[in-house]
């Protein structure tokens, strides 16, 4: 997968739809590095596709305000053996993995912002039926708790 950097296009206000080749532009370094850092987490279970658990790792790897809540609420994924094979072919999204960027996508258009940052991903996975949700939820980790957490972080100035 290859993250290009960010292209400044001032006249253009609309995110582009997550299916066009310009779906990379508005996402924060920090989203970028969330992304790049589930791929390494795939990879090193063997695994082709990225899912939620895998952005879910690599989000708390690349932004301490996501690694401050889930030690919050110590959430513990439990391991995966590696699979027994590496497969062909390039690193994709699995369908949860899609559906969790297609839901960061309408967080943004929601909050009328320009840029996808990790907090919109991880918001997108706790929105989400999936298994991933499913366990962060176990913990006491919910959108709305999330969201909660993150306005008091920010009125105290963190």
């Known amino acids: 997968m290859s993250i290009s950097e960010p292209v400044a296009t001032p006249e253009s206000d609309a995110l582009p739809e997550p299916s066009s080749g310009r779906m990379w532009e508005p996402f924060t370094e920090a989203s970028r590095k969330g992304i790049v850092g589930a791929q390494e987490v795939a990879e090193k279970e063997k695994m082709k596709l990225m899912d939620c658990r895998h952005l879910v790792l690599g989000l708390a790897e690349a932004d301490p305000r996501i690694q401050d809540y889930l030690i ?87």
């Open 72 to 158: 919050l609420r110590k959430v513990k994924f439990p391991e995966r053996k590696p699979a027994s094979s590496e497969g062909e072919g390039d690193m994709a999204f699995s369908q949860d993995g899609k559906r969790a960027i297609e839901l960061a996508f309408e967080q943004v258009r929601s909050e009328k912002s320009d840029h996808i940052d990790s907090i919109h991903l991880f918001m997108g996975i706790l929105k989400m039926d999936s298994e991933t949700r499913k366990t962060l939820n176990a913990y006491g980790a919910t959108f709305e708790d999330f969201k909660a957490w993150l306005k008091k972080r920010e009125a105290q100035g963190k």
